[in-house]
Structure formats: structure tokens, C-alpha cells
């Protein structure tokens, strides 16, 4: 009868470890679960992110190139302002420049006093 009894203990023990078992591999699952789940958002969330941030750098990226080129324009604007003005300076004569002003003239009698 010891036998038994304690064959049926080692089946209760064998059947309640099964069991308990079963309920921590189901409780380890749906952690598991879960868990990727949360990681599986998180992931989505940062992929948005990064499409968000590099649809504002190519916005930043095309306004840099604007601005540069509008910098280049104005430069090239400037140069070309000054160039004109020389060349009207180069074309003129030292009358023109000095038209209107009265300018002492000497003759050979009166070089050094």
C-alpha cells in the first residue's frame, strides 16, 4: 500500500509539475508576446521619426542651396556693379573726373615759387 500511495503522490507531483509547467511557459509566452509587441512600436515610432527628420533636412538642404544661389547672385551683381564702374572710370579722362573744379595751372614762369 506504501507503494501505491506513494505512486500516486510521484503521478500528483509529476501532473501538478506539468501542470505549473504549462501555466509558467504560458505566462513566459504572453511576457514574451508583449514584450515584442511593445519593441515591434517602438521600431515603428523611431521609423517615423527618421522619415520625419530627413523630409525636414531635404526641406533644409533645398533652402541652402536657395540661399545660395541667391548669395552667388548678389555677389556676381556686386562685381558686376563695380566692374561697370571701372570701366566708365577707365574710359573717361582726368578732365571729366575733375570737371567743374577749379584746378591752379602753371606755366614755366612760375614752377618754384
Known amino acids: 500500500m506504501k ?3 506513494k505512486a500516486i503522490r510521484y503521478e500528483q507531483e509529476c501532473a501538478h509539475n506539468r501542470k505549473f509547467k504549462r501555466k509558467v511557459q504560458s505566462e513566459i509566452q ?5 514584450k515584442v509587441e511593445e519593441k515591434k512600436l517602438q521600431i515603428d515610432f523611431l ?3 527618421i522619415r520625419e527628420l530627413e523630409e525636414k533636412y531635404a526641406i533644409e538642404k533645398r533652402k541652402k542651396t536657395v540661399l545660395k544661389n541667391q548669395c552667388d547672385q548678389a555677389y556676381l551683381r556686386g562685381v558686376s556693379a563695380i566692374s561697370t564702374e571701372a570701366m566708365k572710370m577707365s574710359n573717361s579722362t582726368l578732365d571729366d573726373m575733375y570737371r567743374g ?3 591752379p595751372t602753371y606755366s614755366n614762369d612760375n614752377i618754384y615759387h
Open 101 to 103: 573744379m577749379k584746378m
Open 3 to 5: 507503494k501505491a500511495l
Open 30 to 34: 504572453n511576457e514574451v508576446q508583449a
Open 47 to 49: 521609423n517615423s521619426m
